[in-house]
């Protein structure tokens, strides 16, 4: 068995961590990872020495500032400025450095607003984005087309995939820049205990949104960096080699919710506060090519928020 050194920029995130567990199960993987404070992955010198100084086999490119539509609303800048510095830095020097395989994470954001439903990789730019959060999601699109042209001039094996909405142990709960998942397990975990008689969530609830457990993804991303590159290049082209990743279902949000109170326990009223914003309509990835490059995904969703939900308590 072949070692193999592999560098995962974000171990930290929610899909880091997932990708380290996993990764370390096979004892010929030799695993790097860096703190934020060992490493401040926006500084172009320090992520070249770092890479200078490592023999890198594969780099998994998980890290990202990521969040809910409030904080891509109230910190845009900084959403496009420390994503597109982040890959940018790790992208080159790892080619600079000699390292022929890279697998960079984005995200369904991508794709435009009005995308026909299922999205499929070929509907990137046809369209205007979601309003907010375009400059996260340009950066991220930005990722992609930075692999494709490493691979094109100088014959790199940087792939992409784009996960939809994920969710999982190690995910953010802050009460202001989280996602719909985690945000939802906090407040009817926090009603619970207090015995709130009514929480109010965002929007109309009509939104459709699909999920993927981290661990999923963690598998999904390990499937595709480790592909035959032939086999890779069969079902992908030179400028649309991206790879949607996600369960190929959705649910309304006010479906979410219910589920959610239901795992948590959570037996007050829920009322819609239509002021707020919905964000798009619909999201929901299609996952046949990554289908027919071997994968799909296997946790239910009831399922995977239990698990989310025993990991939550676990750590407050």
Known sequence: MENKTIYIAGHQGMVGSALERQLRQ??????????KSQLDLTDQAAVNQFFQ??????????AAKVGGIHANNTYPAEFIYQNLMIQTNIIHAA???GVQKLLFLGSSCIYPKHAPQPMQEEHLLTGHLEATNEPY?????????LCESYNRQYGRDYRSVMPTN?????DNYHPENSHVIPALIRRFHEAKINNTPAIQAWGTGTPKREFLYADDMAEASIHVMNLDP???????????????????????I???????????????????DTAKPDGTPRKLMNVSRLAKL???????????????????????
């Open 26 to 35: 096979n004892p010929s993987n030799h695993i790097i990872t860096t703190t």
């Open 53 to 62: 100084q490592h023999r890198i086999d594969q780099v998994y490119l998980a």
């Open 95 to 97: 080619h600079q450095n």
């Open 137 to 145: 999601a340009i950066a991220k699109i930005a990722g992609i087309k």
């Open 166 to 170: 994920l969710y999982g142990p190690g």
């Open 230 to 252: 032939e086999i890779y290049a069969q079902h992908t082209q030179p400028m649309c080699s991206h790879i949607n990743v996600g369960s190929g279902t959705d649910i309304t």
């Open 254 to 272: 006010k479906e979410l919710t219910h589920t959610i109170a239901a795992v948590i326990g959570y037996h007050g009223t829920i009322e819609w």
């Open 294 to 316: 071997g994968w799909q995904a296997t946790t239910p969703l009831e399922e995977g928020i239990k698990k989310a939900y025993q990991a939550y308590l676990e750590k407050n």
